[in-house]
């Protein structure tokens, strides 16, 4: 069975002169980056706790003036986040954006190329631990890693979650009752729910949860029983799975993001969200490339993201990673994938994910 690096690797070949052509439109500087403030490396940068941290970053990233972000958020949410950054230090943050496999995809392509393009990656968990294996992103120290939950800071410290993806149920209050909901998976069971709903296709991550925490003998039998009884509707993409609950084309969506249902919900829109046990979250975090164009901003953004970014990401309806900053799901047991693990155990949940739910479902 192929392994996911070896996966990657050939999806990076593939798509190579894509990447290469997106490289090229970027513009920035291909040499290898070294602190432009003397002989300081990034790593020292990185490792540096004391009280002059901030003085240094900061000086050091108004010299650089730019900060090159590649991410997975949607154009609305980082451009909140950015221009925060950016009102407070007076640094100019260009962002590349797409899916966070795409990003993974680039930054490899990149970095067998020679090309330091980037300075940040702001992407899923499993993509930034991806990206570790491949030695490519800078361990960092930083005052704000004591205030994180326990699960957001791996041991190697090359990346940190930001904020939590929780996977909500949501549904057409139009079409569904709060009554009639689900309290246990296994209520999705009832022929009520046949035609009713759907899934997203690449959640094999959350089926593994799932799985894991009904018994994985158990677990495997309630899903096939549910798309043999029930059926599924398999799409691509939360947010379109969000729409439509939101259309009423799938009364009930099993795996949408809890911050678009909760935007969609303030908007008006006829749908509401619940969470069956157990919530499962997908981090989403930071990391700094170890070659870094601009280390100084990097870093600092670095910080901010943590600090001052905790509050964006909670006004925005995320689930900040900072226990400093109140949360209306600080209530919610969550079970937080765990990205190495996930990349360890990959293919097999995809190839049951693939075989029980999606080929089923054709």
């Known amino acids: 069975m192929m392994s996911y690096r070896l996966f990657l690797r050939l999806g990076c070949l593939m798509a190579a002169s894509l990447m290469l052509w997106g490289c090229s439109s970027q513009g920035t500087s291909t040499s290898a980056a070294e602190p432009s403030q003397g002989a300081t490396t990034i790593a020292e940068l990185a490792a540096n706790e004391g009280k002059d941290r901030l003085q240094i970053l900061t000086d050091g990233a108004q010299k650089e003036k730019t900060l090159i972000v590649y991410t997975s958020r949607t154009n609305e949410d980082i451009e909140r986040i950015k221009a925060g950054f950016e009102k407070k230090y007076g640094i100019t943050v260009t962002v590349w954006r797409a899916g966070s496999d795409v990003v993974l995809q680039k930054v490899i392509t990149e970095a067998k190329a020679g090309r330091n393009e980037f300075d940040m990656v702001d992407i899923s968990g499993t993509e930034l631990e991806a990206l570790h294996q491949e030695g490519l992103l800078q361990a ?17 410290r090359e990346w940190v979650t930001t904020s939590l993806n929780l996977f909500v149920q949501t549904y057409n209050t139009n079409l569904v009752k709060k009554e009639d909901l689900p309290k246990k998976y296994e209520d999705l069971l009832d022929p009520k729910w046949k035609g009713r709903l759907g899934i997203e296709l690449e959640d094999s991550d959350y089926f593994s949860i799932i799985v894991k925490k009904m018994g994985e003998e158990k677990g495997l039998k309630f899903w096939r029983d549910l798309v043999a009884a029930n059926g599924l509707d398999v799409r691509k993409g939360h947010t379109l799975i969000t729409n439509l609950v939101r259309s009423g084309e799938i009364p009930l969506g099993l795996t949408v993001y809890n911050f678009t249902a909760e935007q969609y919900k303030k908007e008006g829109s006829p749908l509401d969200w619940f ?15 170890k ?23 909670a006004n925005l309806s995320f689930i900040p990673s900072s226990t400093k900053v ?10 937080v994938i765990d990205p190495a693990v ?14 029980i739910i999606i080929k089923r479902e054709k």
């Open 140 to 156: 960092v120290k930083s005052p704000y890693h004591a205030d994180l939950i326990p699960q957001a800071l791996p041991e190697h």
């Open 342 to 355: 996930l990349l360890k155990e990959r293919n097999k949940w995809a190839d049951l994910y693939d075989e």
């Open 275 to 289: 969470v069956i046990d157990p919530a499962v979250a997908r981090p989403n975090g930071i990391g700094v490339s």
């Open 326 to 335: 109140e949360s209306p799901y600080s209530k919610i047991k969550i079970e």
């Open 291 to 313: 070659k870094a164009p601009h280390p100084y901003a990097s870093l600092l953004f670095y910080d901010y993201m943590l600090n001052e970014g905790q509050q964006e990401m």
